[in-house]
């Protein structure tokens, strides 16, 4: 059985999306990796910036949930129509690639710009599938 690449595609996105989200768990709970996120500013986010983290941990696994459903990895809410979010999500993904290469904090720069562009192409290749 050959596996469709558009297929492995969505799963590596669902896969770093639970990942990001993941980081973003982490952050919430106040551990010391606010210098790779949200411009670095803080070593430890403050509380309003922790609900932030919570409420993007949500977001992202809604992001990984619309790719594995608009390529048929999964069928869950099969009355969502993906094509829009799937191209909302891809182009947020290109300009948070771009804000994280202007980053002021170099290790957001370093760590969470490639992680955010290897996830925008595929995205981007999925979207033009």
């Keep these: 059985m050959e596996v469709d690449f558009i297929y492995i595609s969505s799963v590596i996105v669902a896969i770093l999306f639970v990942s990001i989200a993941v980081f973003q768990v982490v952050l919430s709970l106040g551990y010391p990796f606010g210098e790779f996120a949200m411009g670095g500013y803080y070593k430890v986010l403050p509380k309003k910036l922790r609900i932030v983290s919570a409420v993007n941990t949500l977001i992202l696994l809604f992001m990984g949930f619309i790719f594995l459903q608009h390529t048929n990895v999964i069928n869950g809410l099969n009355f969502l129509s993906t094509n829009i979010l799937?191209?909302?999500i891809t182009i947020f993904l290109g300009i948070n690639t771009i804000a994280n290469l202007?980053?002021?904090?170099?290790?957001?720069?370093?760590?969470?710009?490639?992680?955010?562009?290897i996830t925008f192409i595929f995205c981007l290749f999925i979207a033009l599938s």
Excluded: A, N, Q, Y
């Design 102 to 117: 202007i980053s002021r904090s170099k290790k957001e720069r370093f760590l969470m710009t490639p992680l955010s562009g």
């Design 86 to 88: 799937v191209w909302v």
